[in-house]
């Protein structure tokens, strides 16, 4: 296999015939650096989360995935250790975008509402408050930074990347792919404050959602009865990690420090809360799955 990438997170090979494989890695990243400790199961949180999206989402738009079986990677990699965190996808040439929807007032887009009363050029009502929910979501595109931070850009700004015609079937997808996990986020007591996509372009020219799709690394999850205005409520994400290296006096300059146990099961645990909530299994029942 030719390795393509090799992320912060995941690793994709070219399988040949227009397929990849994606390894999903038990790494971590925070303030852009990779941590030195991994974080068990963390992959299969990520690959079982996002093979849950794809398969009820199927009716607003198509995804890349082929199959998370085992069976159907490379023999090589049929390892007991790949079960559950690996994916067969369909190759796409990826939108030059961050594709991200907002349903809450909160991080960056909190901070550009402050300074300038809107986010990513949508004017928003005043007097709105930290974490409030917004009157409606919203497409806020950004660009992709291939170092540092990914930066807001504004709908016009990303219709001149990627053409006027697709960036309305971008909008309208993820508007509709963010409503349906929000709702059913919901149901199991959680609130998706917003969530990032990662749309492409297959060989028939048709939009298809790709990567991965609100999990814990690409959206902001709040548990429904730890929420508060004014506050940035506690998440199922890695707000923990990102908390505990604050505290730590860590500078945020590479080469991050490495994690004590405590902090690794505390976000192995609200990964894995987060997985069980909102599939219904556990984590162990997603690499059975995948063993088939």
């Excluded at 067969?88 to 991200?100: F, N, Q, S």
């Excluded at 990627?162 to 986020?185: I, K, N, P, T």
């Excluded at 004014?230 to 604050?246: A, C, E, G, I, M």
Aim: aromatic share 6%.
């Amino acid at each position: 296999m030719k390795l393509l990438v090799q992320g912060k997170v995941r690793d994709v090979h070219d399988l040949g015939d227009e397929r990849l494989l994606v390894i999903t890695s038990d790494r971590i990243s925070a303030y852009d650096a990779v941590m030195p400790t991994l974080i068990p199961d963390k992959g299969r949180v990520l690959t079982g989360i996002s093979a849950h999206w794809f398969a009820h989402t199927g009716d607003i738009i198509p995804n890349h995935l082929i199959s998370a079986r085992l069976a159907d990677v490379p023999e090589q990699v049929r390892t007991p250790n790949m079960a559950g965190r690996t994916m067969v996808v369909r190759k796409l040439a990826m939108l030059p975008i961050e594709c991200v929807v907002r349903g809450y007032l909160a991080g960056s887009g909190w901070k550009d509402y402050q300074s300038t009363g809107a986010v990513c050029g949508h004017v928003l009502p005043a007097g709105l408050r930290q974490a409030e929910q917004l009157p409606q979501p919203i497409f806020t595109p950004a660009t992709k930074a291939h170092e540092g931070h990914d930066e807001n850009i504004t709908r016009d700004q990303a219709a001149q990347l990627v053409g006027a015609d697709l960036f309305e079937q971008a909008e309208a997808a993820c508007l509709s792919l963010y409503m349906r996990a929000a709702e059913h986020c919901a149901t199991k007591g959680i609130i998706l404050a917003d969530t990032k996509f990662e749309l492409g372009v297959d060989g028939d020219g048709t939009l298809v959602l790709g990567d991965e799709a609100c999990t814990p690394d690409s959206s902001r999850f709040w548990p429904k009865d730890h929420y508060a205005l004014d506050t940035s409520p506690p998440s199922f994400d890695k707000q923990y990690l990102r908390d505990w290296l604050d505290a730590s006096g860590w500078d945020h300059t590479p080469p991050a420090p490495a994690l004590p146990d405590e902090v690794v099961q505390g976000t192995r645990a609200r990964y894995s809360e987060a997985y069980e909530r909102i599939t219904g299994a556990t984590v162990d029942d997603w690499i059975k799955e995948c063993e088939q």
